[in-house]
T-cell receptor
Framework: NAGVTQTPKFQVLKTGQSMTLQCAQD?????MYWYRQDPGMGLRLIYY???????DKGEVPNGYNVSRLNKREFSLRLESAAPSQTSVYFC???????????FGQGTRLTVV | RKEVEQDPGPFNVPEGATVAFNCTYS??????FFWYRQDCRKEPKLLMS???SGNEDGRFTAQLNRASQYISLLIRDSKLSDSATYLC?????????FGTGTRLTIIP
């Protein structure tokens, strides 16, 4: 049971570098999400995709782009990393509106 | 005003005690509600859904008050293994919004 798979698990970037966080789910879910989690701030929604081919901004989209490549995959890109983007990033997927979301194991990103 | 608000705690509770958490939400059109549990440095996992009629799962009871727009979680006979952060989650149609979480520590 893979569920939601995120890669990489850890990453250190220099300011200005770019990278893409990958996320894939094998549960045939329509909705996928990217969150960041910072101490004392809880999980904040960066972008979400309610279905294949659609993406929408969440609470903190600035500095990020996303791509819903197909139903399974939802990637998050940092074009020019900044120290303020140091965080733990979680990808999640969900089925119907009244059902739970499942999370990947998270990516710990440090920007120096 | 934050869309979903929780008391961040921490709650330090002796083993065997009963502890209650509350959560308020601002969007009256919210459709479904959940409590998640997150252990240190791990991903959040569903603890239980919250239904209008209230629901119970063993030592855990969740209730929803739509009129007052709050959700509660009651943990009875708390165990050491209940130590975690508890997240209130609201589904607003197409997105899930999380509260900041309430940290619970059960003391032996």
């Amino acid at each position: 049971n893979a569920g939601v798979t995120q890669t990489p698990k850890f990453q250190v970037l220099k300011t200005g570098q770019s990278m893409t966080l990958q996320c894939a789910q094998d549960m045939n879910h329509n909705s996928m999400y990217w969150y960041r989690q910072d101490p004392g701030m809880g999980l904040r929604l960066i972008y979400y995709s309610a279905s294949e081919g659609t993406t929408d901004k969440g609470e903190v989209p600035n500095g990020y782009n996303v791509s819903r490549l197909n139903k399974r995959e939802f990637s998050l890109r940092l074009e020019s990393a900044a120290p303020s983007q140091t965080s733990v990033y979680f990808c999640a997927s969900g089925g119907r509106k009244d059902t739970e979301a499942f999370f990947g194991q998270g990516t710990r990103l440090t920007v120096v | 005003r934050k869309e979903v608000e929780q008391d961040p705690g921490p709650f330090n509770v002796p083993e065997g005690a009963t502890v209650a958490f509350n959560c308020t939400y601002s969007n009256s059109a919210s459709q479904s509600f959940f409590w998640y549990r997150q252990d240190c440095r791990k991903e959040p996992k569903l603890l239980m859904s919250v239904y209008s009629s209230g629901n119970e799962d063993g030592r855990f009871t969740a209730q929803l008050n739509r009129a007052s727009q709050y959700i509660s979680l009651l943990i009875r006979d708390s165990k050491l293994s209940d130590s975690a952060t508890y997240l209130c989650v609201v589904n607003e149609g197409e997105k899930l919004t999380f509260g900041t979480g309430t940290r619970l520590t059960i003391i032996p």
